[in-house]
């Protein structure tokens, strides 16, 4: 297959699109409460709308019969409210383009460290050397965040990094338990919507009644079906075209092209520390997930 055929051409510009998805959905979770929406509103709408295709999708093609009861539960958690929400709740103390660096970009460093706890795994030097600049980087752009934004951002950082904890774990586990999209689907959408909704419904705080239409819907789109259902068709389609590698080495500019969105449309500003720091990250990035995958937010 020559570099130029139609198949690659359709693969490179799914990464891409993946790449500017991830990147506006920093933006958009990073506006969400200024619209009255609650943290607890927003994964509502990550696993209540996103149900509403998810759920014929799992009767048709029926992919908990895969899957044992421990293997739904634990997917299920890991995907779950507790990781969403430390994510959404993240954005509430820190800029967007933190969430590009402390979830997107340090997760071939918590993968490193999780696969030499648990498996005994030896990565490699080049492995480690990326993760050395990946860990220089976060640990400069979190000292600049709060040095030059808010002395809250270190907040924000931290729940990045549980959700980037959670999706690690994810990642280890679809791999070696060779996981199909639609147990993905059906775990981290579908089971917990019946777990979470009822319990949103009844018990938490919510701002959905109160919030402009115009912020709602876009919310309830972009939560709803944009990352999580058409980002997991679009990554699929660049895997199977161009590669894990190729693919990964393009969504390693999520962070940095989160933290020029950041810049452009929020009007978070960026010091010329912070972009030679997200410049060393991006570095690292390519270095490390040469042959990872990386999935959707």
Partial sequence: MTTGSPSQVTGYSAAWVIVFVWSFWLIVSRVANQSGLTVYDLAAMRYGLASLVAVPLCIYYKPWRGLSLVQMAVLSFILGPVYILSVFSGFVFA?????????????PLVGIVLGVLLFRAKPSARQLFGAALILVSAIVLAWDGVATRSETAWIGDL??????V???????LSERWQLGAMQIIFCGTVVNAVIYLPIWALWLPSGLAEAPMGPLLLQAVYQGFVPNLIGLLFIAHASRRIGNGNTSSILAAVPGVGGILGAVILGESLSWLSIAALGLLTVGLLISVRKRQMLPP
Avoid: D, T
């Avoid at 729940?159 to 980037?164: E, K, N, S, T």
């Avoid at 959670?166 to 280890?172: C, D, E, L, N, W």
């Fill in 95 to 107: 800029p967007a383009a933190h969430g590009g660096i402390f979830m997107n970009g340090i997760l």
């Fill in 159 to 164: 729940l990045f990094i549980v959700g980037a």
């Fill in 166 to 172: 959670f999706f690690s774990f994810y990642m280890i």
